[in-house]
């Protein structure tokens, strides 16, 4: 039987032109980057999210000697991991103790922001030499709008590729469906290296199979309470009661959890330069000392907060992501940025999670600079008639 979203996805078809988005994500990325530098790691175990403690030494021998994941003794959690070491269980945000238990043999290497960022940029512009459409979506992943090519859609998605890995040496995954959500879920199909195109009809014996929580906007919470109704797949989501999921989400999310679960998604490539992120900065009067000289820092610290508070409430944004940038005497740049639960434009707030972001850098030089920044912005308007945007369900991408 058709159920009123499949009928509303066939209306869709009729009345509008089918769209093909890609959405790409890079291999990897933390790990690919470091591997670009450490050549000899590959095809090994290695661990991203350690601290300078744990940069390579070079010893008497000239051998390189990398720290061991078994040695690590400290609170802090793996950033990414190698294919090599995902094989032996170690993933994202698991605690690092816990990883050396599984994988004590891996490398761990620190994590070096400014390294990611540069090969962000790179491939972002090889990508725009081919299909200029682009919508940012983080430090590794994209969405094009391909619609307009001629082309056969696997042949440009590889020349894509194939200029990403000319420009940055890195590997990539390209998701091409009819629109976003499925662009992004289709894109880890076939992760590493993956180029992966859906079609709507694909939908059922792709889509359905696979646990709630792979569409963006089903996050941890949302997941946990289907699971608790039962529902454990798209498809089980697709076929569940509308009354069920209304009483349990309410209205605006379980219209769209059905919508989503039916592969439906109108949302455009959002390209134009809308503002990504807001932030502030001061240079010393002279370089400054982070213990000595803390009752001068912590004022102009908190200054700029406050007035990066200001800057949101005046253009209308809340942020879910604070950053830190700081520069040190010697011109070298640390950055540490933490993603809230809740996006803010209270000042309060954003001093509180700058803070926690300082204290994740070893002050041991004087400073010239400190700036504190706010990104992964929504209008403050759109978060107050979507509640879930503010948890960071809808667009919980990175
Ligand atoms: P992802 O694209 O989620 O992961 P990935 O690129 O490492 O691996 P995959 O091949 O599965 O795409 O994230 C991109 C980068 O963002 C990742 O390399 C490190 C960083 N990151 C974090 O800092 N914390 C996290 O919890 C995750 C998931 C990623
Ligand atoms: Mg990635
Ligand atoms: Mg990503």
């Known amino acids: 039987m058709l159920s009123p979203y499949r009928i509303s996805y066939i209306i869709d078809f009729m ?45 008497e021998d000239g051998q390189r000697r990398y720290a061991k994941l078994r040695d690590y003794v400290g609170r802090g959690v793996v950033t990414t991991s190698t294919y090599e070491a995902r094989a032996l269980g170690v993933f994202s945000a698991m605690g690092m103790m816990k990883a050396a238990k599984l994988a004590p043999d891996a490398v761990l290497l620190p994590t070096d922001f400014e390294s990611y960022r540069h090969y962000s940029r790179l491939f972002k512009a090889a990508v725009a030499s081919i299909a200029p459409l682009i919508e940012d979506r983080g430090i590794d992943e994209i969405y094009i709008d391909l619609t307009e090519f001629n082309d056969d859609v696997r042949v440009l998605a590889q020349r894509i590729k194939d200029a990403v890995r000319n420009a940055t040496g890195l590997s990539c995954s390209i998701g091409i469906a009819p629109n976003k959500l499925l662009a992004k879920i289709c894109s880890e199909l ?65 219209e769209w959890l059905m919508r989503a679960s039916h592969g439906l998604d109108e ?111 929504s209008r403050k308007e759109d978060v107050a008639n979507n509640p879930s945007v503010m948890q960071g369900e809808l667009f919980s991408e990175r």
């Open 15 to 59: 009345v509008s032109h089918i769209r093909r988005i890609a959405h790409l994500d890079m291999d990897a990325f933390y790990a690919s980057v470091e591997l670009l530098r450490y050549p000899d790691l590959r095809g090994q175990a290695v661990v991203i999210g350690g601290g300078s403690r744990h940069t390579p030494e070079v010893g």
């Open 190 to 254: 076939e992760k590493p290296n993956g180029l992966t195109v859906i079609t709507e009809a694909d939908v059922a014996p792709r889509i359905w199979p696979l646990r709630a929580s792979k569409v963006n906007g089903i996050g941890p919470k949302a997941a946990e309470k289907l699971a608790a109704l039962g529902i454990q797949t798209i498809g089980d989501v697709a076929a569940a009661d509308p009354a069920l999921l209304q009483d349990n989400f309410g209205r605006t999310y379980s």
């Open 267 to 377: 949302r455009p490539v959002v390209t134009s330069s809308e503002t990504k992120s807001i932030s502030r900065e001061t240079t010393f009067e002279r370089d400054l000392h982070a213990k000595l000289d803390r009752g001068v820092l912590t004022p102009i610290f908190t200054d700029l907060c406050v007035r990066l508070a200001g800057d949101l409430q005046r253009k209308g944004y809340v942020a879910r992501t604070i950053g830190i940038k700081l520069r040190f005497a010697d011109f070298r740049i640390a950055t540490r940025d933490l993603t809230l639960p809740e996006a803010t434009d209270d000042a309060a707030a954003i001093r509180q999670a700058a803070g926690e972001c300082l204290r994740r850098i070893t002050l041991d030089r004087r400073l010239r600079l400190l700036g504190v920044r706010a990104s992964a912005l």
